[in-house]
């Protein structure tokens, strides 16, 4: 079997494994014994929790294929390989759209189940699983299991967010929603504290389905919490502009150093936030820009520079949201370190079918920080004691490096989910967290 | 709208190149040994636009067959003007050296085989006066190097053969591609270690689809294998022979 050295989206780790390229969903999984399973998709977890250090890669790239999409109801049919961006661009055209999306349009679908993503209309539509029919799961002990919610109902919950251990999704039933044109009708509006934020949402949750916010997280005392609240609907039928042409630029290298730092981020935060003067505005914005703005950037990852980064996204529960998110922000903008993106988000109540789906109603945080060693590790044990005493919890897609009970306290079903994991599966996120204090 | 004929389909290059006519609203017939995955790509394909896909179980070994399946092909299509040929194995070198039968059955599936469909499709499209018609020959047969001499010379086979038809159906307004990938991303390779050199199958189909087009006559793909392998096939024999090519 060759070795191919992997790594993930925060590109911290990079990993020399065997790698096993799945090419067809009739095939059976491999039966050596060198070495644990784990499904690799398009490798856009930040993580390490698509990687299995020691153990083997099963690429699932080339289980791209479509099995039957029908325009009339918007179920679509396909292996787990296929990237969200190629849905799109078959489904878009014939007025469907999907359910739910995640920030980047180039994760696979299997990686959307097993991750269980959520989007920007989390307060309205739930995660991803929610819109899972069914899926095939390809077990080592060569049974190929349909899971859904009337069959094998069990392995449907546990797979949903259950991180690729339970088995291989070979392929999936997934539910698109309707859409009148590829248009976003969007208002972005500046707000001044996170009490203003908590408020705006509050008032926009019932009448835009896609809500968002991105925070400047340099900011400290009076402008602490500063940010843009962006809220909108797809376009009605008729409200729409001209043709929409994708643009996309490459990061081109990996720079000695992160271009990631104090001054650059000061800067372009307090640009980015003058960017509009007047309080509220609106517009009409093709869903590319809307959903992807960092997709425009292919292998924007490297920006980071040779050490990677990491990223920390939380989830406060709804009664302690405002001041933990307070604190965090606070500890942050004192520490220096932090990113341009940042994203302040509520999620809603609905309850993914997942055990270890991530979201829960609250307000989840996300940033990228450039991985500076002991430093940023240093201000990490900061931020987990206030997520940890505020209830909350880290999202295993974006994780790296946090602590084993951070982990397991955030996630009580683990020990019910365990019983699902296949036997031959592993990953060096689980081992570490399970194994880890 | 194309009325195509694909031979290997189930060969990464092959499915890459039918997306691309699928989404173009081409009409294909697909031929390839395995039917589930034959039938799972014909359902992609449909489902990316393909307003009619036919698929067809055979051997590209059974040359007997030959002639019934392109009977198929013509009357489900209502006639046929363009043939991707794109079956083939990467031959293990070093198994066929200790096997005449090895040997025998890696030239047959590699040149022999394509030979024959290449003989029945030719007279047809000489007789119709119009077509064009692609084969994946491989840079492999641009000289033979001791790792992979025999997969190498059945490609030489279909490379020179291709030459000569390419020649001969001039006249009939008839066109003959000849495709020579370097390394590509497959199921086939999965077993290499990938490098700089390699190539996706979305980018071969690309080129292979092009190169239909503008009815090119040899195509390297991707373009940087013309010099690599310029340079290889100018090295001396007396040099040569010592390398490790």
């Not at chain 1, 967010?161 to 999704?169: A, E, K, P």
């Given at each position: 079997m060759p070795t191919q050295s992997l790594t993930s989206w925060g590109r911290v780790l990079r990993i020399e494994q065997k790698v096993l390229t799945f090419a067809s969903r009739f095939d059976s999984l491999p039966d050596s014994s060198s070495g644990s399973l784990l499904p690799y998709g398009n490798g856009r977890s930040y993580g390490d929790s698509c990687l299995n250090a020691g153990g083997i890669a099963l690429k699932t790239a080339a289980l791209d294929r479509f099995i039957a999409f029908d325009p009339a109801t918007g179920i679509l049919r396909c292996e787990s390989g296929v990237l969200l961006a190629e849905i799109l661009r078959l489904v878009v055209p014939q007025g469907w759209f999907l359910s739910v999306t995640p920030g980047t349009r180039f994760v696979t679908v299997g990686g959307a189940i097993a991750n269980d993503v959520h989007g920007k209309n989390h307060h309205i539509t739930g995660t991803f699983g929610c819109h899972v029919h069914q899926f095939e799961l390809l077990r080592s002990d060569g049974q190929h299991l349909i899971c859904s919610r009337t069959e094998n109902f069990d392995y449907f919950t546990a797979t949903i967010?259950?991180?690729?251990?339970?088995?291989?999704?070979t392929r999936a039933e997934i539910q698109l929603r309707r859409i009148s044109n590829p248009w976003i009708d969007l208002e972005t509006i500046r707000y001044e504290s996170v009490d203003e934020f908590l408020a705006l949402c509050e008032e926009s949750d019932r009448d835009y389905e896609y809500t968002v916010s991105w925070v400047d997280c340099a900011s400290k005392g009076n402008s602490l919490g500063r940010g843009l609240f962006m809220r909108g609907n797809h376009a009605p039928a008729g409200v729409e502009r001209g043709q929409y042409f994708s643009k996309s630029r490459t990061f081109p290298f990996v720079p000695p150093v992160s271009m990631v730092n104090a001054l650059s981020l000061k800067a372009f935060n307090t640009a980015y936030y003058h960017k509009q003067f007047r309080k509220k505005t609106r517009q009409l914005q093709h869903y590319e820009p809307f959903f992807y703005p960092l997709d425009g950037l292919l292998e924007w990852n490297r920006m980071y520079g040779p050490g990677g980064f990491y990223q920390y996204q939380c989830v406060i529960p709804v009664e302690y949201g405002k001041e933990a998110i307070s604190e965090l922000l606070k500890e942050i903008a004192q520490s220096g370190m932090g990113s341009f993106l940042a994203v302040l988000k509520v999620c809603g109540s609905i309850a993914s079918p997942g055990m270890l789906s991530f979201p829960m109603a609250g307000v989840s945080l996300a940033l990228d920080f450039p991985n500076q060693g002991d430093k940023t590790h240093q201000m990490f044990s900061r931020l987990d004691s206030i997520v940890s005493s505020a209830g909350g919890r880290l999202y295993p897609a974006k994780d790296g490096r946090m602590p084993g009970n951070l982990f397991r306290s955030g996630y009580p079903r683990h020990q019910a989910f365990k019983q699902y994991i296949d036997p031959r599966f592993s990953s060096s996120f689980w081992r570490r967290v399970m194994e880890s204090t | 709208m194309k009325k195509i004929l694909i031979i290997g389909a189930t060969s990464a290059i092959a499915e890459a190149t039918a997306r691309i006519w699928a989404q173009r609203g081409d009409q294909l017939f697909l031929v390839a040994r395995n039917k589930e995955k034959l039938e799972a790509i014909a359902d992609d394909l449909r489902v990316r636009g393909c307003p009619k896909v036919e698929t067809y179980c055979m051997d590209a070994n059974d040359v007997e067959g030959h002639v019934a399946m392109l009977d198929a092909a013509e009357h489900l299509l209502s006639g046929l003007d363009t043939v991707l040929i794109a079956h083939g194995t990467l031959s293990d070198q070093q198994a066929c050296q200790q096997s005449v039968e090895l040997t025998m059955r890696e030239i047959t599936t590699n040149a022999l085989s394509v030979i024959a469909l290449l003989t029945l499709i030719a007279n047809r499209f000489e007789l119709q006066k119009t077509g064009t018609i692609a084969v994946i020959s491989s840079v492999a047969g641009d000289r033979g190097r001791q790792s992979n001499y025999l997969y190498g010379s059945a490609k030489a086979m279909v490379t020179t053969f291709t030459s000569g038809l390419r020649q001969r159906l001039f006249k009939s307004g008839v066109s003959v591609v000849t495709i020579k990938p370097g390394f590509v991303d497959t199921p086939m390779t999965a077993e290499f270690k990938k490098g700089l050199l390699w190539a996706s199958p979305e980018t071969i189909g690309r080129i292979i689809d092009k190169a239909m087009l503008r009815k090119c006559a040899v195509v390297y793909a991707p373009w940087f294998w013309m010099w690599i392998m310029m340079i290889i096939k100018m090295i001396p024999e007396c040099i040569f022979k010592k390398l490790s090519l």
């Open positions: 967010g259950g991180l690729g251990l339970t088995g291989l999704i | -």
